[in-house]
């Protein structure tokens, strides 16, 4: 080696020696969590400034989660020093800073308090009633963190709370939310005393007069009332542990699990700053994402669910042919909890939309007709009103049969449409008389028997009792005729427009009485 190239080599020992000084990792600690804390060499950077003896803790992906400041949070090493980077020449000279070049915001949000709280503009659903205790209580009785923890919406994951003050330790990862409407909001994830946290209600359904302060430092729930609520009982009875299991074992919310260790009940939460606290923050955050079902959706998908449990057949109704109150009940507990809020009142007894949501599923799975259970939920002329009411008395009758006969609710969902479009017309008294040509005779002449009921009776009343019988008539010869066939008996049978008329004069004379 000449003295040439040994001069040259001891340059590049010395420029790589202070590069390393400068920026390589002297000092290394990894612990558990995959952060590795290091410390940044003293000799000056690009920048011009020392950052000599500088601490700084990564996370598992290499990004930076304490010191060089809030600016470098969440950035790689290379994107502080590296070429454009914010401690870089070009970051010096006015290059395009961390968010505006693309990368993620790393700006925790505003937490500076304001004088006063206006608390009744952040709640807008009454958690007293029947509905909101029986999901609190639910949520306490076996607390789903995956349901309860890292979410990018206000209507679930963790409660979102404002106002108070949080103890900086406890903070961790930056993120954003959006509500149903779009809009996003900027929070931060931190762990919680469950007591520290105001709810506006409690598993009771009592007022917690804390919540309705003007009081700023007193931290509430701003989304999620109900979540916050369940996890407060959970602790009280007992029943969070596999919730707290799970909370020190997520990396996602980024808040060190040393501190959750060292808590009595955490509860994992994210923040907001008081300043994006809107007069409609209640009802963006109550509202769910996604449209909501029209009156057909909804049937259609009720009976879906209920047919699942098989909680259709076999309603127990009153002599009109409704739902009892105990069957509106028992579809009301069949449903999710996030329905269940306006279909109890707040004294735990169904309202007339739990009556109506009943009803329409079960008129939609007796007569299986689109057009029928659009118009049942429609406005309608006297005429029209009186068919459907009719249907609705029979509906729970002939869902029963539905099933196993679906050839009987196929004809009188048929015979119900025809008797729908003459009222619609203006001709349902000759109705009776136009004859199908698309249909066989038999049928055709099975149709217009039924349509004897909705042309000659005087109340809808009437129809629903002339329905039922019909239906249970034309049952009863349906099986007879199968129970006959599989016998050495011969049997005649009746066609179904003898069956219906039979029914009818039975139901004259019955009612004659």
């Keep these: 080696m000449n003295a040439e190239t040994a001069r040259r080599m001891a340059q590049a020992f010395a420029r790589g020696l202070a590069f390393m000084r400068g920026h390589a990792l002297m000092a290394m600690d990894?612990?558990?969590?995959?952060?590795?804390w290091i410390t940044i060499g003293a000799e000056p950077g690009p920048d011009g400034k020392k950052h000599g003896g500088q601490p700084v803790c990564l996370n598992s992906h290499g990004e930076i989660k304490y010191g060089l400041g809030k600016a470098a949070q969440g950035l790689t090493l290379g994107q502080v020093f590296g070429k454009g980077g914010i401690y870089s020449k070009e970051g010096k000279k006015g290059a395009k800073q961390p968010a505006q070049a693309g990368r993620k915001d790393t700006t925790p949000p505003d937490f500076t308090l304001p004088e006063k709280v206006n608390p009744e503009e952040i709640q807008n659903r009454d958690r007293s009633g029947a509905?909101?205790?029986?999901?609190?209580?639910?949520?306490?009785?076996?607390?789903?963190y995956l349901r309860l923890g890292f979410s990018t919406t206000m209507a679930d994951g963790a409660p979102i709370v404002a106002y108070g003050k949080i103890d900086r330790r406890n903070l961790g990862r930056i993120s954003t939310v959006t509500d149903n409407q779009g809009n996003r909001t900027k929070v931060q994830y931190a762990v919680m005393e469950a007591g520290d946290v105001a709810a506006s209600h409690d598993s009771r359904g009592d007022k917690n007069d804390k919540f309705y302060s003007d009081d700023p430092t007193i931290t509430r729930a701003i989304a999620g009332n109900g979540r916050m609520a369940g996890l407060q009982r959970a602790y009280t009875?007992?029943?969070?542990?596999?919730?707290?299991?799970?909370?020190?074992?997520?990396?996602?919310?980024?808040?060190?699990?040393?501190?959750?260790?060292?808590?009595?009940?955490p509860v994992l939460v994210r923040v907001m700053s008081p300043q994006d606290v809107t007069a409609d923050i209640g009802d963006r955050s109550n509202i769910a994402s996604g449209l909501t079902f029209n009156a057909v959706g909804q049937a259609v998908n009720d009976v879906k669910r209920l047919k699942a449990i098989n909680s259709l057949t076999h309603a127990r109704t009153y002599a009109s042919g409704l739902p009892t109150v105990e069957t509106v009940q028992d579809f009301i507990e069949q449903m999710p909890e996030s329905e269940r809020g306006a279909l109890l009142d707040s004294t735990g007894h169904p309202t007339r939309q739990a009556q109506d949501r009943l009803q329409a599923a079960l008129f939609h799975a007796a007569y299986q007709s689109e057009p029928l259970t659009r118009l049942a939920a429609q406005a309608m002329d006297d005429g029209q009103k009186r068919i459907i009411n009719?249907?609705?008395?029979?509906?729970?009758?002939v869902t029963d049969i539905a099933?196993?006969?679906?050839?009987?609710r196929q004809l009188i969902s048929n015979s119900a449409e025809r008797a729908v479009e003459a009222a619609r017309a203006g001709?349902?008294?000759?109705?009776e008389g136009e004859r199908d040509m698309f249909k066989s005779d038999d049928a055709d002449a099975a149709e217009r028997a039924i349509l004897q009921i909705f042309t000659r009776s005087t109340s809808a009343a009437a129809m629903a009792s002339k329905l039922r019988a019909v239906a249970s008539e034309l049952t009863a010869e349906h099986d007879r005729i199968n129970t006959k066939q599989e016998s050495l008996f011969a049997y005649e049978p009746r066609s179904d427009r003898e069956v219906i008329e039979a029914a009818l004069e039975k139901w004259d004379r019955d009612h004659q009485k």
């Design 30 to 36: 990894a612990n558990k969590n995959g952060e590795t």
């Design 390 to 397: 009719g249907l609705m008395g029979a509906a729970a009758r």
């Design 131 to 144: 509905a909101s205790t029986g999901q609190i209580r639910a949520i306490a009785s076996k607390p789903d």
């Design 237 to 265: 009875i007992g029943t969070a542990g596999d919730y707290r299991e799970m909370l020190l074992e997520d990396d996602l919310h980024g808040v060190d699990p040393k501190i959750i260790k060292s808590m009595k009940q």
């Design 403 to 408: 099933d196993t006969h679906p050839q009987i």
């Design 427 to 431: 001709n349902l008294r000759d109705a």
